[in-house]
């Protein structure tokens, strides 16, 4: 079974900062995606970022990057420049071929920006 | 090109009522999936489908049923609601050739908010 787990329930940054997410994964999967989803007040989803487990390089998506530690299981999301439309839930998610590709969602950390 | 649409956006119902959760893609998508969403939790899926005329269980599928007659509907039903089954519930979709870089990505729909009394 693959677990996703998410430590930080809450977070802020003040706005134009840079904040980390942490997340830490499991599974016995050798390829796998791992995701991190928004959900603004909206409860929209939204994709933030993804990363193949086969990459070695980093994902990076304009001010959004990850750190994925794949020894570790670990796939921390750094907000660069924080906005205040970054105020949200933001959720990390893993997938395999295994499971017909359902996602595995953390808990959620729910990040606030201050002005 | 509306992706995925969800109906109704809310609906209130009492125990023991029926009802069906529409989901449609028009992205040609094979894979169709059902989530909840409750307080203090991430998404957990109750069914999914990798294409047309399949369905399959997820992690809690107990009290819910599923049908995916057409490659672009995934409905969701409820035969007899109970409070426990008061939540969010995201459709989502995903388009898999088996390579490519975008092909696992899952796509989710506005949500549905449900509330049984």
């Known amino acids: 079974a693959q677990t996703v787990t998410q430590s930080q329930p809450e977070m802020s940054v003040q706005e134009a900062e840079t904040v980390t997410l942490s997340c830490t994964y499991d599974t016995s999967e050798n390829n796998y995606y791992l995701f991190w989803y928004k959900q603004p007040p909206s409860r929209q989803m939204i994709l933030v970022i993804r990363?193949?487990?086969?990459?070695?390089q980093n994902a990076t998506e304009n001010r959004f990057s990850v750190n994925f530690q794949k020894a570790a299981k670990s796939f921390s999301l750094k907000i660069s420049d924080s906005q205040l439309g970054d105020t949200a839930m933001y959720f990390c998610a893993l997938t395999s071929s295994a499971g017909s590709y359902q996602l595995t969602f953390g808990k959620g950390t729910k990040l606030s920006v201050i002005p | 090109n509306a992706g995925v649409t969800q109906t109704p956006k809310f609906r209130v119902l009492k125990t023991g009522q029926s009802m069906t959760l529409l989901c449609a893609q028009d992205?040609?998508?094979?894979?169709m999936y059902w989530y909840r969403q409750d307080p203090g939790m991430g998404l957990r899926l109750i069914h999914y489908s990798v294409g047309e005329g399949t369905t399959a269980k997820g992690e809690v599928p107990d009290g819910y049923n599923v049908s995916r007659l057409k490659k672009q509907n995934f409905l969701l039903g409820l035969e007899s609601a109970a409070p426990s089954q008061t939540s969010v519930y995201f459709c989502?979709?995903?388009?898999?050739?088996?390579?490519?870089?975008?092909?696992?990505?899952?796509?989710f729909g506005p949500g549905t908010r449900l509330l049984v009394l």
């Open positions: 990363q193949e487990a086969y990459k070695q």
């Open positions: 989502a979709s995903s388009y898999w050739t088996g390579s490519g870089t975008d092909a696992e990505t899952q796509y």
């Open positions: 992205m040609n998508h094979e894979y």
